[in-house]
């Protein structure tokens, strides 16, 4: 029996990550070794580490980050205690491959100890590119000190080669979100609005905005900008979703929490919906806006308009019903009208879904099953 880590700092990743982590509690040829982290204990942010308990997982170990502030000093102390926490969490449980997910900073300091440690590792998402954000260089830093990959496109998978690494060591098994649309139940309408406490109206729109960490201050700027047009958005109900824990994105969390406050009769904010409840309000959302992958992920794969803002998601493949604009209040409001016209709805109901067909779980579970491990050194693998 081998153990495998599974780390996760976020509730979005944990979402994602959710298949995997019960297919491998499963399998009778893995120990289950579960690490959380991140936003995961933070108060701030809801303890969703709590949730996780509620699914049934047992926490193996709990690596506190102590992130006190969103400002860049902030983060980086942060990494630097996450990763003690890894070092000694690793020490205790010996894990025999550690598996990850993306590209923030906790999962940085995660790689960073199991890398020294000799533990091989597992990424999923490399490959991608995200221009406006440091996770860009997070990312690609810990595809190099991966092991084995599981890519999200046949593009990335390439991209990864390019990075070095052989290709039999890399597999594209599409994005493991559309696992979970696949096979989850999803809450029908009353329900979910009973689970919010909130009624939708004619118009019902979802936000995930994230400060765009490679620009300097411009998220109250452009967080300003997307607030003045949803207001143009006549008979709308409005479900905010606040911010992970990078750079300014306290700024981001005020403002949401002022508008909600000046509007309780449209809108409506959460730290976190959950995977269950967020999924199950993409069924019911006439466009999603903001800047989050799950907007280019999952959001298609229920047919719906997707408005990405900004810089910050520049260089993913994008699927047809995403509309990539500016951060200002008239390329957003031009948009917004395109995303709710019934010819631009009625021109996604047919699209192709880009990032595989929800059995990345059983791929990479099959991988795991039969690949051997015989040692960490990698030859650059050259083009």
Do not use: W
């Not at 598996?99 to 000799?118: C, F, P, Q, Y």
């Not at 390329?331 to 996604?348: G, H, N, Y």
Request: hydrophobic residues 40%; charged residues 25%.
């Amino acid at each position: 029996m081998r153990n495998i880590s599974v780390i996760t700092g976020t509730r979005a990743e944990y979402g994602l990550l959710k298949p995997l982590i019960q297919a491998i509690a499963n399998d009778a040829s893995f120990n289950l070794q579960l690490v959380v982290t991140g936003m995961h204990l933070s108060e701030a942010f809801g303890y969703t580490y709590k949730q996780i308990e509620q699914d049934g997982f047992t926490i193996d170990k709990k690596v506190e980050d102590r992130l006190s502030g969103d400002s860049a000093a902030a983060i980086t102390r942060a990494i630097g205690t996450a990763m003690i926490g890894f070092a000694d969490a690793f020490e205790d449980l010996e894990p025999h491959l550690v598996v990850v997910l993306g590209d923030r900073s906790e999962i940085l300091a995660a790689t960073t100890a199991a890398m020294i440690k000799g533990i091989p590792i597992a990424h999923l998402h490399g490959g991608e590119t995200t221009e406006g954000a440091y996770d860009e260089g997070i990312r690609h830093a810990i595809t190099k000190m991966s092991y084995l990959h599981f890519t999200s496109a046949e593009v990335y998978r390439k991209r990864v080669i390019q990075l070095g690494e052989a290709p039999n060591r890399v597999f594209n098994v599409g994005a493991i979100g559309v696992d979970s649309i696949k096979n989850l139940k999803l809450l029908d309408k009353v329900a979910f609005e009973e689970s919010i406490n909130f009624k939708l109206n004619n118009t019902s729109v979802l936000i995930t905005f994230h400060p765009v960490t490679l620009e300097d201050a411009t998220a109250k700027k452009q967080f300003s900008a997307l607030l003045e047009a949803l207001d143009s958005i006549e008979d709308a109900s409005l479900i905010f979703t606040k911010p992970n824990s990078d750079k300014d994105g306290r700024i981001i969390i005020k403002m949401i929490d002022d508008y909600v406050a000046q509007n309780p009769h449209k809108a409506v904010a959460f730290i976190s919906l959950g995977q269950l409840r967020y999924l199950s309000a993409l069924q019911y959302m006439d466009v999603v806006v903001g800047n989050s992958s799950s907007g280019i992920y999952e959001v298609p794969i229920f047919k719906k308009p997707t408005i990405n803002i900004g810089d910050r998601q520049k260089g993913r493949l994008m699927p047809q019903s995403v509309i990539n604009c500016k951060p200002s209040k008239k390329s957003i409001d031009e948009a917004l009208r395109k995303a709710l016209s019934l010819e631009f709805v009625d021109s996604i109901k047919n699209q192709k879904n880009i990032y595989g067909d929800g059995t990345a779980t059983k791929q990479i579970m099959k991988v795991l099953n039969t690949i051997k491990i015989k040692g960490l050194k990698k030859s650059f693998y050259d083009l």
